[in-house]
């Protein structure tokens, strides 16, 4: 959606393994541990975060990328600070997309 790549990934603490995906700038380092299986309850919403925001030049280029990868736009909104929608991943992670511009 937001034109990560995947800056490295590879072996991680106690076996696991680590995904960092982001910009030059800034990243999120995703980690699993060996032989884990998840369940939904594991990414219900809250659990393990609230959301993550991101922030984006062209808020409507964004919102399309969401609906081509069939995920569900809501709560769109356009109050100070700035234009934003929500959506959630397909583990349901929600994501605050905003634009400042």
């Known amino acids: ?7 490295w990934q ?5 076996g ?14 995703l980690y699993t541990g060996p032989g884990v299986a998840y369940t939904a309850d594991d990414f219900a919403k809250g659990r ?9 030049d062209d808020l409507d280029a964004t ?5 081509a990868a069939g995920l569900t736009p809501f709560s769109h909104g356009d109050y100070e600070p ?7 991943d397909p583990d349901g992670i929600e994501y605050e997309v905003v634009s400042y511009a």
């Open 1 to 7: 959606m937001f034109g990560w790549p995947i800056r």
């Open 63 to 67: 919102e399309a990328r969401v609906v």
């Open 48 to 56: 393990p975060l609230n959301h993550i925001g991101v922030e984006v």
């Open 82 to 88: 700035g234009r934003r929608f929500y959506f959630l």
């Open 16 to 29: 696991g393994l680590s995904i960092h995906v982001g910009t030059a700038q800034q990243y999120i380092a």
């Open 10 to 14: 590879g072996p991680a603490r106690d």
